[in-house]
């Protein structure tokens, strides 16, 4: 299960990033669903927070990342440029 998820997040976060490495930076977004994401003392962490934050490092891509409710983030990944979800 644990490669499963780690294949789906390199994949997910791999097809929204290629073209931007030396580009703009990202907005990643994620919802609160520990112990896969949660925000704790103003910074977000998780398994899969630290899977992504691996990912975006090694291919060198700056990102912001924020918390949203599901729905808003799914919105904003679907209408706007740079947007990711996780």
């Not at 290629?18 to 669903?33: H, N, R, V």
């Not at 975006?56 to 924020?66: Q, S, T, W």
């Not at 808003?72 to 990711?84: G, L, Q, T």
């Amino acid at each position: 299960m644990k490669t499963i998820e780690s294949i789906t997040i390199f994949v997910s976060m791999m097809y929204c990033g290629f073209a931007l490495a030396s580009g703009p930076k990202i907005q990643i977004a994620t919802e609160e669903f520990p112990p896969l994401s949660y925000s704790e003392g103003g910074e977000i962490k998780g398994v899969a927070t630290d899977k992504v934050k691996c990912l975006l490092k090694a291919a060198d891509i700056p990102y912001e990342m924020k918390i949203y409710p599901w729905t808003r983030a799914y919105n904003n990944a679907i209408n706007k440029k740079e947007f990711c979800v996780f």
